[in-house]
């Protein structure tokens, strides 16, 4: 069956140090894969977008590595603030349709401590 | 720029009522997607709408329909509400529809069925 699974385990860190957040999926080729941000009570904020012929892509602090041999996508977020405690969800599209339907794993909930 | 609203914020409703949710997307987006959000199964897609046509619809029972009209706005409809049904509905707007497009979320409306 197809699914995108996400540590539920929430993962704590200290203040600065680099968090690194997994999304593997299985039976899926999707053309490009998303990551949100979503902090309680709102909706999720896009963060970056990588596309399958990407290895990695960068934002100031943020990272995505994209490996479609092993169907995995790796987040990391460089000297963490306190600030950076939210739900992560990544994303895919599974059609390759060009068409918006995009199918979210549950998200892991990073708490960096000061 | 005026984001995504959805209203109303929170709503609760008895089992068997139907209900109608309202997301009005970012000046000029012409695609609005819907999602429900509940603890166990995450974010789910229930269906795509551009320039007033349905594009893509996940898999959810018929009582989940939904429309969009001539100024993108877009409402979703639930009939015979079940208690299952209390979630976390949000809307996402994008200017195409692409799945390489950022979605932008609204802050949900939040169900409640009892």
């Known amino acids: 069956s197809q699914k995108i699974e996400q540590n539920s385990e929430a993962l704590n860190i200290q203040e600065g140090k680099t968090a690194t957040l997994t999304c593997n999926y299985t039976n899926y080729s999707p053309a490009y894969l998303q990551w949100y941000r979503q902090d309680p009570g709102r909706g999720p904020v896009f963060l970056l977008l990588i596309r399958e012929n990407e290895k990695e892509k960068r934002k100031e602090r943020l990272k995505v590595t994209f490996d479609t041999t092993l169907k995995q996508s790796l987040f990391h977020i460089t000297a963490s603030q306190p600030a950076d405690s939210a739900t992560y969800l990544c994303a895919l599209d599974p059609l390759k349709a060009g068409f918006q339907k995009l199918v979210f794993g549950t998200g892991t909930r990073l708490l960096v401590s000061p | 720029k005026a984001g995504v609203t959805q209203t109303p914020r929170y709503l609760i409703k008895t089992r068997g009522q139907q209900v109608t949710l309202s997301c009005s997307p970012i000046?000029?987006?012409?695609?609005v997607s819907w999602y429900q959000q509940t603890p166990g199964q995450g974010l789910q897609f229930l269906f795509e709408y551009f320039s007033e046509t349905q594009r893509n619809k996940g898999n959810f029972p018929g009582r989940f329909s939904g429309r969009q009209f001539s100024n993108s706005r877009s409402e979703m409809n639930v009939s015979t509400l079940e208690l299952g049904d209390s979630a976390l509905y949000l809307c996402?707007?994008?200017?195409?529809?692409?799945?390489?497009?950022?979605?932008?979320f609204g802050q949900g409306t939040r169900l409640t069925v009892v």
């Open positions: 000046s000029g987006h012409r695609s």
């Open positions: 996402a707007s994008s200017f195409t529809g692409s799945a390489m497009a950022e979605a932008f």
